[in-house]
């Protein structure tokens, strides 16, 4: 591994599967766990985060290094394959011939990678109703096509994880994750009220069913991301008293995890991560409720308990940039998205677009320049870049007080990428950003 370049150290894990360091965000440990799943069957919690298709060719980008698999990990070149490496690609070449819970494991890491469109090109017909296993991989090809979805801009319907929580067999983790993402969803694809309705009991029930193979530390995750996603419906119905107390039931679980990781002995440590992890996306929860209930300094106060937590979690620090420019704190925020931006991806582009709106606010348009220019440096595409560069006074740029060169450049730019994609950019607009990176779970 090339130490030289910082990203490139930082993210590792998914360059070539080398071990993250201990400080290193938690998505990253995600695929260490998913990897000694997969050599020693250590039966490690899976972490939840989901990051995007994109990540992948963001992160090799960063890091400035050739050589480095992008869209299938047999295209690693041999000088940067690692022996853990080859081991993964020698299981992934001999998918067909293992049996189907080392399908699954070598399936959920190539997921972790970022890798989702070969793990679609591997999918093969299963019978969920035959057994767990069966209902684990389409479990893992649903949401591979799932997420591919998301940066295609193309529909994607719900049926095959409706099909997955009502027909895979009772007590597998399968059918919980399945009728998670049918409550999940709903809520973000149209705020179904019905819908969440109808699924949050089965979810809940699922749950239990699933206990004894789940065991007491999986069963306490699942059960934090229950009342998280089940303060939606309280939400929804405008019931904010009600919300609160179940977003505290969420929390309730997810601390009560850390003392279950005491239990571990040896692999303490590696629970305590998934502990870690598992309250990460409460706090992102609980901040939206503070939200919810126009309460900025709850909501700045656990921004900065995120953060605290997570200091090297470049999406933690965006969290926490949003709500210091809701309380007016601009320079404040304008800190937290350049080391945001310094921690690389995902969201670079959005962290240095949002620095150069805090520089623009407080009068400094040189500076808000190089931020919209290097924000269009990690994504050429980024529309709202381009637009707030046509904003800028430009005059402190161009000898004659007219248009400048940027000015020029930014608005034919914009003109070129709208012919070819419409009034905006359905990957990098900021909000769509936000909620796809943000909310998404395996």
């Not at 001999?94 to 997921?111: C, F, H, T």
């Not at 019931?239 to 997810?254: N, P, S």
């Amino acid at each position: 591994m090339n130490s030289a370049n910082f990203t490139a150290w930082l993210y590792r894990p998914y360059l070539d599967l080398s071990s993250p360091d201990i400080e290193a965000p938690l998505h990253t440990h995600g695929v260490e766990f998913d990897y000694l799943n997969l050599q020693y069957d250590l039966k490690l919690p899976r972490i939840q985060s989901v990051l995007m298709p994109s990540f992948r060719a963001e992160l090799v980008r960063e890091s400035r290094v050739r050589g480095y698999a992008v869209d299938d990990p047999f295209s690693m070149s041999e000088e940067k394959s690692s022996d853990r490496w080859n081991l993964f690609c020698g299981k992934l070449r001999d998918l067909p011939q293992l049996e189907k819970n080392e399908q699954a494991r070598v399936l959920w890491l190539l997921n972790k990678l970022c890798f989702y469109q070969k793990t679609s090109s591997l999918e093969f017909h299963i019978n969920i109703q035959d057994n767990a296993d069966d209902a684990e991989l389409a479990y893992i090809f649903a949401l591979a096509n799932y997420t591919l979805s998301l940066e295609r801009n193309r529909n994607y319907t719900l049926a095959k994880f409706e099909e997955i929580a009502t027909y895979a067999p009772v007590g597998s983790f399968a059918k919980v994750n399945a009728s998670y993402q049918m409550v999940v969803q709903s809520v973000k694809h149209g705020y179904k009220l019905m819908e969440v309705e109808k699924w949050l009991p089965i979810h809940y029930e699922n749950i239990l069913e699933a206990a004894d193979s789940l065991g007491e530390f999986n069963t306490t995750r699942m059960l934090s991301r229950y009342y998280r996603v089940a303060g939606f419906l309280p939400q929804m119905k405008n019931q904010f008293g009600e919300m609160t107390r179940i977003m505290q039931l969420a929390e309730d679980y997810a601390r009560k995890l850390f003392d279950l990781a005491k239990t571990k002995g040896e692999y303490e440590n590696f629970y305590e991560v998934a502990a870690r992890e598992m309250i990460y996306p409460v706090f992102e929860s609980r901040i939206k409720e503070a939200l919810a209930l126009n309460d900025y300094a709850l909501a700045e106060r656990r921004a900065r308990t995120l953060v605290g937590g997570n200091p090297n979690e470049p999406r933690a620090r965006l969290h926490l940039g949003q709500i210091l420019i809701e309380n007016g704190k601009i320079e404040e925020a304008q800190e937290e998205y350049l080391t945001a931006a310094e921690l690389g991806p995902p969201g670079s582009e959005i962290a240095l677009f949002m620095a150069g709106q805090c520089y623009q606010a407080l009068g400094n348009n040189k500076a808000a320049l190089r931020c919209f220019k290097r924000s269009l440096h990690y994504d050429p595409m980024g529309i709202s870049a381009l637009e707030a560069l046509g904003s800028l006074d430009t005059a402190l740029f161009s000898k004659d007080g007219g248009l400048s060169l940027i000015e020029k450049w930014a608005g034919e730019s914009l003109v070129s990428i709208k012919q070819n994609l419409g009034s905006h950019n359905p990957l990098r607009d900021v909000q769509t950003y936000q909620k796809r990176q943000f909310e998404q779970e395996a």
